[in-house]
Protein backbone atom coordinates (compact mmCIF):
# COMPACT_ATOMS: atom_id res chain seq x y z
CA UNK A 1 0.00 0.00 0.00
CA UNK A 2 1.40 3.48 -1.12
CA UNK A 3 0.96 5.87 1.49
CA UNK A 4 -0.81 9.34 -0.75
CA UNK A 5 1.22 12.32 -0.10
CA UNK A 6 -0.55 15.73 -0.98
CA UNK A 7 2.86 17.64 -1.73
CA UNK A 8 3.02 14.86 -5.26
CA UNK A 9 -0.19 16.67 -6.23
CA UNK A 10 -0.10 18.70 -9.13
CA UNK A 11 -1.10 22.04 -7.04
CA UNK A 12 1.32 21.99 -4.53
CA UNK A 13 4.12 21.23 -6.78
CA UNK A 14 3.23 24.06 -9.37
CA UNK A 15 2.75 26.03 -6.35
CA UNK A 16 6.88 25.97 -4.92
CA UNK A 17 8.79 28.38 -5.76
CA UNK A 18 11.64 28.05 -8.03
CA UNK A 19 14.89 27.51 -6.15
CA UNK A 20 13.38 27.56 -2.67
CA UNK A 21 14.50 24.76 -0.10
CA UNK A 22 11.38 22.85 -0.75
CA UNK A 23 11.51 23.37 -4.69
CA UNK A 24 15.23 21.77 -4.37
CA UNK A 25 13.88 19.18 -1.94
CA UNK A 26 11.22 17.70 -3.54
CA UNK A 27 12.89 17.90 -7.24
CA UNK A 28 16.19 16.47 -6.13
CA UNK A 29 14.04 13.59 -6.14
CA UNK A 30 11.40 13.87 -8.89
CA UNK A 31 13.73 15.41 -11.50
CA UNK A 32 11.91 13.81 -14.34
CA UNK A 33 9.15 16.17 -14.01
CA UNK A 34 10.77 19.13 -13.00
CA UNK A 35 10.91 20.92 -16.60
CA UNK A 36 7.05 20.46 -17.36
CA UNK A 37 6.32 21.93 -14.08
CA UNK A 38 8.58 24.59 -14.03
CA UNK A 39 6.56 25.47 -17.27
CA UNK A 40 3.07 26.12 -15.24
CA UNK A 41 4.93 26.93 -11.63
CA UNK A 42 2.73 30.05 -10.00
CA UNK A 43 0.48 30.38 -12.47
CA UNK A 44 -2.87 32.08 -11.83
CA UNK A 45 -4.84 30.39 -14.74
CA UNK A 46 -8.16 32.89 -14.02
CA UNK A 47 -6.11 35.52 -15.55
CA UNK A 48 -5.86 34.04 -18.96
CA UNK A 49 -9.46 34.34 -19.55
CA UNK A 50 -10.22 35.88 -23.21
CA UNK A 51 -12.81 38.19 -21.87
CA UNK A 52 -12.89 42.31 -22.10
CA UNK A 53 -12.13 44.09 -19.22
CA UNK A 54 -15.48 44.70 -18.39
CA UNK A 55 -16.58 41.61 -18.74
CA UNK A 56 -13.93 40.88 -16.11
CA UNK A 57 -14.86 43.83 -13.87
CA UNK A 58 -18.52 43.10 -14.05
CA UNK A 59 -17.80 39.24 -13.39
CA UNK A 60 -14.62 38.13 -11.57
CA UNK A 61 -16.18 39.53 -8.34
CA UNK A 62 -19.88 36.90 -8.77
CA UNK A 63 -17.05 34.52 -7.13
CA UNK A 64 -13.93 36.32 -6.19
CA UNK A 65 -14.72 36.02 -2.41
CA UNK A 66 -15.97 32.13 -2.40
CA UNK A 67 -12.12 31.74 -0.80
CA UNK A 68 -13.34 34.35 2.60
CA UNK A 69 -16.09 32.57 3.20
CA UNK A 70 -15.00 29.44 2.97
CA UNK A 71 -12.06 30.33 5.45
CA UNK A 72 -14.93 31.81 8.02
CA UNK A 73 -16.70 28.78 7.44
CA UNK A 74 -13.67 26.57 8.33
CA UNK A 75 -12.83 28.60 11.52
CA UNK A 76 -16.57 28.14 12.27
CA UNK A 77 -16.00 24.57 12.61
CA UNK A 78 -12.21 24.42 14.05
CA UNK A 79 -13.13 27.26 16.91
CA UNK A 80 -16.09 25.17 17.90
CA UNK A 81 -16.01 23.81 21.54
CA UNK A 82 -16.83 20.19 22.05
CA UNK A 83 -20.21 19.45 23.42
CA UNK A 84 -20.76 16.26 26.16
CA UNK A 85 -21.01 13.46 24.90
CA UNK A 86 -24.31 12.08 23.60
CA UNK A 87 -24.45 8.21 23.09
CA UNK A 88 -25.62 7.47 19.60
CA UNK A 89 -28.06 4.65 19.08
CA UNK A 90 -27.39 1.46 16.42
CA UNK A 91 -28.35 2.86 12.67
CA UNK A 92 -27.68 6.24 13.53
CA UNK A 93 -25.75 5.95 10.08
CA UNK A 94 -28.82 6.07 8.38
CA UNK A 95 -29.70 9.74 10.45
CA UNK A 96 -26.21 11.16 9.36
CA UNK A 97 -26.72 10.82 6.44
CA UNK A 98 -30.02 12.30 5.81
CA UNK A 99 -28.91 15.30 8.08
CA UNK A 100 -25.73 15.47 5.84
CA UNK A 101 -28.34 15.19 2.85
CA UNK A 102 -30.92 18.08 4.43
CA UNK A 103 -27.82 20.41 5.06
CA UNK A 104 -27.36 20.74 1.27
CA UNK A 105 -25.59 16.85 0.15
CA UNK A 106 -26.60 14.95 -2.83
CA UNK A 107 -25.46 11.80 -2.05
CA UNK A 108 -23.31 10.39 1.19
CA UNK A 109 -21.41 7.67 2.21
CA UNK A 110 -19.94 6.39 5.04
CA UNK A 111 -16.35 4.68 5.23
CA UNK A 112 -13.61 3.49 7.60
CA UNK A 113 -10.47 5.59 7.88
CA UNK A 114 -6.89 3.96 8.33
CA UNK A 115 -3.79 5.35 8.13
CA UNK A 116 -3.80 4.70 4.19
CA UNK A 117 -6.79 6.86 3.76
CA UNK A 118 -4.81 10.05 4.47
CA UNK A 119 -2.27 12.05 3.26
CA UNK A 120 1.24 11.27 4.78
CA UNK A 121 2.04 15.08 4.69
CA UNK A 122 0.58 18.33 3.80
CA UNK A 123 1.22 20.12 0.45
CA UNK A 124 1.14 23.98 1.71
CA UNK A 125 -1.75 24.62 -0.40
CA UNK A 126 -4.05 26.37 2.78
CA UNK A 127 -2.39 29.96 2.04
CA UNK A 128 -5.98 31.30 2.12
CA UNK A 129 -6.47 30.22 5.09
CA UNK A 130 -3.32 31.81 6.60
CA UNK A 131 -2.12 28.34 7.47
CA UNK A 132 1.43 27.19 6.49
CA UNK A 133 1.40 23.70 6.29
CA UNK A 134 3.85 22.46 3.85
CA UNK A 135 5.46 19.89 4.79
CA UNK A 136 3.34 19.10 7.81
CA UNK A 137 3.02 15.28 8.72
CA UNK A 138 -0.73 14.52 9.21
CA UNK A 139 -1.40 12.46 12.04
CA UNK A 140 -4.32 9.86 11.26
CA UNK A 141 -6.69 10.61 14.28
CA UNK A 142 -10.60 10.46 12.39
CA UNK A 143 -11.88 6.53 12.29
CA UNK A 144 -15.22 7.70 10.17
CA UNK A 145 -15.31 9.69 6.84
CA UNK A 146 -18.78 10.83 6.20
CA UNK A 147 -18.44 11.30 2.21
CA UNK A 148 -20.54 13.52 0.12
CA UNK A 149 -21.59 14.85 -3.17
CA UNK A 150 -22.68 17.76 -4.30
CA UNK A 151 -24.28 18.18 -7.75
CA UNK A 152 -23.11 20.64 -9.72
CA UNK A 153 -25.55 23.24 -12.25
CA UNK A 154 -25.63 21.62 -15.66
CA UNK A 155 -26.93 24.62 -17.63
CA UNK A 156 -23.42 26.23 -16.61
CA UNK A 157 -21.23 23.08 -16.75
CA UNK A 158 -22.49 22.74 -20.42
CA UNK A 159 -20.47 26.21 -21.34
CA UNK A 160 -17.44 24.46 -20.43
CA UNK A 161 -14.48 25.39 -21.24
CA UNK A 162 -15.93 28.64 -20.61
CA UNK A 163 -16.39 31.23 -17.66
CA UNK A 164 -19.84 29.42 -16.38
CA UNK A 165 -17.98 26.32 -16.03
CA UNK A 166 -16.08 28.25 -12.78
CA UNK A 167 -19.19 29.97 -11.76
CA UNK A 168 -20.41 26.45 -10.88
CA UNK A 169 -17.46 24.60 -10.00
CA UNK A 170 -16.48 27.93 -7.46
CA UNK A 171 -20.06 27.51 -6.20
CA UNK A 172 -20.23 24.21 -5.49
CA UNK A 173 -16.77 24.17 -3.54
CA UNK A 174 -18.52 26.74 -1.01
CA UNK A 175 -21.62 24.72 -0.75
CA UNK A 176 -19.19 22.13 0.32
CA UNK A 177 -17.51 23.68 2.86
CA UNK A 178 -20.90 24.97 4.15
CA UNK A 179 -22.31 21.50 4.56
CA UNK A 180 -19.45 20.33 5.52
CA UNK A 181 -18.67 23.33 8.69
CA UNK A 182 -21.95 22.25 9.35
CA UNK A 183 -21.77 18.70 9.62
CA UNK A 184 -18.65 19.08 11.62
CA UNK A 185 -20.38 21.49 14.51
CA UNK A 186 -23.08 19.02 14.57
CA UNK A 187 -21.15 16.07 15.61
CA UNK A 188 -19.11 18.78 17.94
CA UNK A 189 -22.25 19.48 19.69
CA UNK A 190 -22.51 15.67 20.04
CA UNK A 191 -19.59 15.42 21.42
CA UNK A 192 -17.73 14.03 18.43
CA UNK A 193 -14.39 15.54 17.41
CA UNK A 194 -14.49 15.96 14.05
CA UNK A 195 -12.95 17.93 11.04
CA UNK A 196 -14.24 18.95 7.95
CA UNK A 197 -12.05 18.98 4.56
CA UNK A 198 -13.00 22.01 2.43
CA UNK A 199 -11.22 23.12 -1.08
CA UNK A 200 -8.93 24.90 1.00
CA UNK A 201 -7.41 21.92 3.24
CA UNK A 202 -7.73 17.91 2.79
CA UNK A 203 -6.56 15.65 5.40
CA UNK A 204 -6.93 12.86 2.85
CA UNK A 205 -7.83 12.34 -1.32
CA UNK A 206 -11.12 12.30 -1.40
CA UNK A 207 -12.38 10.27 -4.55
CA UNK A 208 -10.78 6.90 -3.24
CA UNK A 209 -13.06 7.46 -0.29
CA UNK A 210 -16.01 7.96 -2.51
CA UNK A 211 -15.21 4.79 -4.32
CA UNK A 212 -15.14 3.19 -1.11
CA UNK A 213 -17.80 4.70 0.12
CA UNK A 214 -20.28 3.26 -3.00
CA UNK A 215 -21.03 6.65 -4.24
CA UNK A 216 -19.69 5.96 -7.67
CA UNK A 217 -17.28 4.76 -9.91
CA UNK A 218 -13.94 5.62 -10.70
CA UNK A 219 -13.86 6.77 -14.66
CA UNK A 220 -11.42 7.03 -17.17
CA UNK A 221 -11.59 10.89 -16.27
CA UNK A 222 -10.31 9.57 -13.17
CA UNK A 223 -13.36 11.51 -11.91
CA UNK A 224 -15.85 9.67 -9.41
CA UNK A 225 -18.58 9.23 -12.08
CA UNK A 226 -22.48 8.68 -9.80
CA UNK A 227 -25.06 7.16 -11.51
CA UNK A 228 -27.39 9.82 -11.36
CA UNK A 229 -25.08 13.33 -11.93
CA UNK A 230 -22.07 11.36 -13.48
CA UNK A 231 -18.57 13.65 -12.90
CA UNK A 232 -21.25 16.76 -12.56
CA UNK A 233 -20.24 16.80 -8.75
CA UNK A 234 -17.58 18.03 -6.21
CA UNK A 235 -16.73 15.59 -2.97
CA UNK A 236 -16.72 16.72 0.05
CA UNK A 237 -15.78 15.16 3.90
CA UNK A 238 -16.42 15.26 7.33
CA UNK A 239 -14.19 13.02 9.51
CA UNK A 240 -14.84 12.02 12.78
CA UNK A 241 -14.27 9.93 15.62
CA UNK A 242 -18.01 9.00 16.18
CA UNK A 243 -18.51 5.20 15.14
CA UNK A 244 -20.64 4.72 11.85
CA UNK A 245 -22.13 1.80 10.11
CA UNK A 246 -20.25 1.46 6.99
CA UNK A 247 -21.05 1.46 2.87
CA UNK A 248 -19.20 -0.36 0.83
CA UNK A 249 -17.94 0.18 -3.26
CA UNK A 250 -20.34 -0.31 -6.22
CA UNK A 251 -19.90 -2.15 -9.12
CA UNK A 252 -22.68 -1.21 -11.95
CA UNK A 253 -19.73 -2.29 -14.73
CA UNK A 254 -18.34 1.27 -15.57
CA UNK A 255 -14.91 0.03 -16.13
CA UNK A 256 -16.40 -1.85 -19.26
CA UNK A 257 -18.89 1.01 -20.33
CA UNK A 258 -15.97 3.70 -20.42
CA UNK A 259 -13.92 1.06 -22.55
CA UNK A 260 -16.92 1.49 -24.76
CA UNK A 261 -17.48 5.23 -24.45
CA UNK A 262 -13.99 7.20 -24.04
CA UNK A 263 -16.06 10.28 -24.60
CA UNK A 264 -14.23 12.34 -21.91
CA UNK A 265 -10.50 10.84 -23.51
CA UNK A 266 -12.08 11.46 -26.76
CA UNK A 267 -12.91 14.95 -26.57
CA UNK A 268 -10.05 16.39 -23.91
CA UNK A 269 -8.81 19.33 -26.01
CA UNK A 270 -5.17 18.71 -24.20
CA UNK A 271 -5.16 14.81 -25.09
CA UNK A 272 -4.09 14.39 -21.67
CA UNK A 273 -7.06 11.65 -20.45
CA UNK A 274 -5.58 7.84 -21.52
CA UNK A 275 -7.45 4.36 -21.48
CA UNK A 276 -4.67 3.03 -19.90
CA UNK A 277 -5.41 1.45 -16.30
CA UNK A 278 -3.04 2.77 -13.35
CA UNK A 279 -4.01 0.96 -10.38
CA UNK A 280 -3.39 2.86 -6.79
CA UNK A 281 -3.92 1.27 -3.39
CA UNK A 282 -6.45 -1.60 -5.03
CA UNK A 283 -8.54 0.53 -6.38
CA UNK A 284 -8.20 1.30 -10.70
CA UNK A 285 -7.42 4.66 -12.03
CA UNK A 286 -5.84 5.47 -15.14
CA UNK A 287 -3.00 7.40 -16.22
CA UNK A 288 -3.32 10.70 -16.99
CA UNK A 289 -1.05 13.54 -17.91
CA UNK A 290 -2.16 16.71 -15.00
CA UNK A 291 0.64 19.26 -16.56
CA UNK A 292 -0.77 19.43 -19.84
CA UNK A 293 -4.39 19.37 -18.31
CA UNK A 294 -3.26 22.32 -15.92
CA UNK A 295 -1.49 23.86 -19.15
CA UNK A 296 -4.93 23.88 -21.39
CA UNK A 297 -6.42 25.90 -17.72
CA UNK A 298 -3.82 28.46 -18.42
CA UNK A 299 -5.22 28.98 -21.91
CA UNK A 300 -8.77 29.00 -21.45
CA UNK A 301 -8.49 30.83 -17.67
CA UNK A 302 -10.87 28.58 -16.44
CA UNK A 303 -10.84 24.94 -15.19
CA UNK A 304 -12.06 23.29 -18.27
CA UNK A 305 -14.38 21.25 -17.64
CA UNK A 306 -15.12 19.74 -20.89
CA UNK A 307 -14.43 15.86 -19.55
CA UNK A 308 -17.26 16.77 -17.22
CA UNK A 309 -20.12 17.81 -19.73
CA UNK A 310 -18.73 14.78 -22.25
CA UNK A 311 -19.89 12.19 -19.61
CA UNK A 312 -23.26 10.26 -20.48
CA UNK A 313 -23.83 9.86 -16.75
CA UNK A 314 -23.62 13.65 -16.40
CA UNK A 315 -26.50 14.74 -19.53
CA UNK A 316 -28.04 11.83 -18.11
CA UNK A 317 -28.73 8.16 -19.13
CA UNK A 318 -31.14 5.65 -19.05
CA UNK A 319 -30.73 4.03 -15.73
CA UNK A 320 -33.04 1.14 -15.87
CA UNK A 321 -30.71 0.12 -18.74
CA UNK A 322 -27.55 0.83 -16.76
CA UNK A 323 -28.86 -1.44 -14.01
CA UNK A 324 -28.75 -4.36 -16.24
CA UNK A 325 -25.58 -3.47 -18.42
CA UNK A 326 -23.07 -5.14 -16.36
CA UNK A 327 -21.40 -8.26 -17.93
CA UNK A 328 -23.68 -7.15 -21.34
CA UNK A 329 -21.19 -5.40 -23.83
CA UNK A 330 -24.41 -4.97 -26.77
CA UNK A 331 -26.55 -3.17 -23.91
CA UNK A 332 -23.28 -0.64 -23.00
CA UNK A 333 -22.95 -0.11 -26.66
CA UNK A 334 -26.67 0.75 -27.31
CA UNK A 335 -26.52 3.06 -24.27
CA UNK A 336 -23.54 4.98 -25.81
CA UNK A 337 -25.24 5.09 -29.17
CA UNK A 338 -28.29 6.34 -27.19
CA UNK A 339 -26.23 9.32 -25.63
CA UNK A 340 -24.01 10.01 -29.28
CA UNK A 341 -27.90 10.67 -30.87
CA UNK A 342 -29.31 12.84 -28.17
CA UNK A 343 -26.06 14.57 -27.34
CA UNK A 344 -23.77 14.55 -30.00
CA UNK A 345 -19.66 13.64 -28.97
CA UNK A 346 -20.32 16.65 -26.66
CA UNK A 347 -23.57 18.36 -25.33
CA UNK A 348 -22.36 21.95 -25.36
CA UNK A 349 -24.32 25.73 -25.55
CA UNK A 350 -22.25 28.02 -27.34
CA UNK A 351 -23.66 31.20 -26.60
CA UNK A 352 -22.80 32.72 -23.43
CA UNK A 353 -25.72 32.43 -20.21
CA UNK A 354 -28.02 35.49 -18.99
CA UNK A 355 -25.37 35.85 -16.06
CA UNK A 356 -22.58 36.58 -17.90
CA UNK A 357 -24.35 38.60 -20.66
CA UNK A 358 -24.02 41.73 -21.06
CA UNK A 359 -26.66 44.62 -22.19
CA UNK A 360 -29.24 42.58 -23.63
CA UNK A 361 -33.04 41.76 -22.67
CA UNK A 362 -33.62 38.84 -20.62
S1 LIG B 1 -10.28 19.35 -17.45
FE1 LIG B 1 -10.17 19.65 -19.69
S2 LIG B 1 -8.01 19.48 -20.18
FE2 LIG B 1 -8.27 18.58 -18.14
S3 LIG B 1 -8.64 16.41 -18.48
FE3 LIG B 1 -10.65 17.37 -18.41
S4 LIG B 1 -11.10 17.82 -20.57
FE4 LIG B 1 -8.90 17.44 -20.44
S1 LIG C 1 -17.06 10.06 -20.46
FE1 LIG C 1 -17.34 7.86 -20.85
S2 LIG C 1 -15.28 7.07 -20.64
FE2 LIG C 1 -15.26 9.04 -19.64
S3 LIG C 1 -15.73 8.65 -17.51
FE3 LIG C 1 -17.67 9.11 -18.50
S4 LIG C 1 -18.45 7.08 -19.07
FE4 LIG C 1 -16.28 6.81 -18.67
Not at 9 to 23: M, P, W
Not at 52 to 73: A, G, V
Request: proline letters at 3%; one cysteine or more.
Amino acid sequence: MKKYDERETLFSRINLEKGSKDYNEFYSKNKDIKYKDDSIRRISFRNALRKSDQFKDLFFPIISNNKLYIKNLHEMAENYKLKDKVEIPKGFNNNIKEITKYYGATDVGIVKLDGHSYYSHFGGLSESLNIENYGKIISPKFKTGIIFTVKMDLGLMNRAPHYEELLTTEETYLKVAEIGSRLAIYLKSLGYESFSNNSEIYLAPLVPLAYDAGLGEIGMSNHLVTLEHGDNIRLGAVFTNMELDTDKPIDFGLTEFCKKCALCLINCPSHSISHLPRMVNGRQFYKFDDTSCFDLWAKTGTDCGVCIQSCPFTQGIDLEKVKRMKGNPELMKELVKEHLEIHGRRKYTKNDLDIVKIGEKK
